[in-house]
Every structure is written in C-alpha cells, then in structure tokens.
C-alpha cells in the first residue's frame, strides 16, 4: 500500500508557514512539512506521492540555515527526476537565490530592471560604483529582508563604508551596484503571483527603510517610527485588488517561463512613470492587515491552489475515482 497522497512543504522557516497550516487546516486539506536545514537525499529511493511547495527563501542563512537552498537544491533535483508535481521548481531557487539571475531573466521577457553592475571581491565594489554618474544602492545579490541595501550619493560615501567594520558582503560574495530610482513617492508595488495567476498588488510605504518583508513578524515597531515627525498614518502596506497595468501580462509570462507558480514580483515608478522591476520573490509572504482590511488572503489562495493540485493528481492516479467524482 502506497501512502496517500499529500502536500509537502518545503522550508526552512516556521513562523511564516503559520498562516499557511492555518489555511491547510480550514480547508481540510492533509500536508506534511520538510524542515530544509540539514538531512540525507538518496537519489536511489522514490519520493512519496503528492504535490510539492517549495519555500526556501533566499536569506536562509540568517536563520542560521546557511545551507538551506543547497539541500532544498538537491532535493527538487530528487522530486523532479522521479517527475513530482514540484510548485516553485530547482529553476524558482535558483532565481530566488541570485537577483543576477533574476535580472537576466526578467530581461528576456523585455521586462526593465534598474542599471545593475555586479561587483564579486570587497575591493571591485568601488570601482564598480565609479560606473554610475548619480546615486546608487548596494544590495546583496543573495538577500531577501533589504540586505546590504544602502543608499549612496558618491563613490567616496561608498568607499568609507566598504573599508569600515559595518560593511557585511553577500552570502555568495557577489554585491550589486544599481542605479537609485527615485520615485515621487516613496512607494514600490508588489504583485502577487498564486496558481500562475494576478492575485493582488500590494503597495509599500518605504518612507521607514529598505527592510521590506510582509511578513506580520519581520514588521518594524512603532518604536522605530522617527521622534518628532507625525507618525504615518496610512498603513505601510495596502493591497490594490483590481490593479490593472500592462506589466501583469508580461510577469505572469516570465513566471510560467521560469518554474514559478507562487510569487510577488516588486517594482518601482520613476518620476517620468517608467517601471522597473527589482525582486523576485518565490518564497513571498503577506500582510494580515493589509489583507484583513482588503479581505483578499494570499495563504488561503495557495492552500486552494495546491489542494486543486492534489485533487488532479489523485485523479489521474485513479481514473475510477475521476469517473466517480
Ligand atoms: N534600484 C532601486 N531604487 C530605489 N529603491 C530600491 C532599489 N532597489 C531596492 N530598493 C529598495 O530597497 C528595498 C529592498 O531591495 P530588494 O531589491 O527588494 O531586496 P530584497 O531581496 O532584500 O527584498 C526595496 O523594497 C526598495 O524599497
Ligand atoms: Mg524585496
């Protein structure tokens, strides 16, 4: 007797499947968890049936997992060869891990993304910046969470910071270097992708920083709002469900091109309304309020995705039961 088949998720993070048991759980839904951390994969053995959610996120290392995607890597290796219904593919991580791929990605389906010079070894990170005439950001090419991203308005700035004890390169040695958009107002939308398919956007108030996770326990306290100036008012994020723009079509071509079936793909406006995308995210989380307040649920969305996913597989392995039902 074979096990049923189930969902598995794929992760490295607790805190952020919490909504999603939540919503396994509300539609009955049977699943089991796979804690990427450290562990064994025999490419001898067959993997049990079932549809496979892949959430390994790019700044596993930071929760001490430095080499989550390595293991996650090999073990969508694993599924895909013995031909699981994987949801987020070995090709998902590997855009979830390098903002380089990302970009040269993004790029082939006419998509824009910012000027972006990689810089591999601490000391290239000046020259490259000496590229770029106005001002520029760092970034980590592995990052998620806004790591390495700082602003600069010239190349000594930068220097001061890579030759100080602040300075932190990215986890794969490959920093980026990329021209600063400058929006009128401080503001980037995120478009949630779920099943292949426009969920949402979500626009993000970035007047308090970079670090941008949605996630309800990555979000910055009232504590860190600026003593003095009139605390936002408006929530920092808020969920636009009927966004309609050209650039939907073309994300959701590039996401079916690239293994991904669950993401929020960020961009940003400039001043003369032209838009360039910068993140990729396959391993994407969601705000409660902005959700509650819009009552639109990313988790619940994937849980019903993946349970439809099941449902097919289970009747194309007992066609009896497709007749049945
Ligand atoms: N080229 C850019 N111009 C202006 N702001 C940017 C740019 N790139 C990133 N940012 C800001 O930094 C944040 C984090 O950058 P991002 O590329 O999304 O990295 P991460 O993968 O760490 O989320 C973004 O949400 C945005 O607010
Ligand atoms: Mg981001």
Known sequence: MHPTPKIYVLHENDAWVEPLRAAFAGLGLPYAEWFLDQGVVD??????EGVFYNRMSASSHTRGHRYGPEYAAAVLAWLETHGRRVVNDGRALQLEISKI??????AKHNIRVPRTVAAIGRRMIVDAA???TGSFITKHNRAGKGLGVHLFHDVGALKHYVESDEFRDSID???????YIRAPELVITRVEFVGGKFLYAVRVDTTLGFELCPADVCEIGDAFCPAGEAAPTTPRFHIVKHFEHPIIERY????????IGIAGIEFIMDRAG???????NTNTNYNSAAEAEARVYGMRAIAAYLGDELKKLSRAQSPE???AG
Do not use: C, H, M
């Not at 490419?43 to 049990?48: G, L, T, V």
């Open 130 to 132: 000496r590229k770029f």
């Open 43 to 48: 490419f001898s053995s067959a993997p049990p």
């Open 252 to 259: 959701r071509r590039f996401i079916a091109d690239n293994g």
């Open 274 to 280: 032209e838009l360039y995308t910068f993140d990729v």
């Open 173 to 179: 040695g490959v920093t980026l270097i990329q021209e």
């Open 321 to 323: 039961l497709a007749i």
């Open 101 to 106: 791929a990302q970009y040269a990605a993004l």
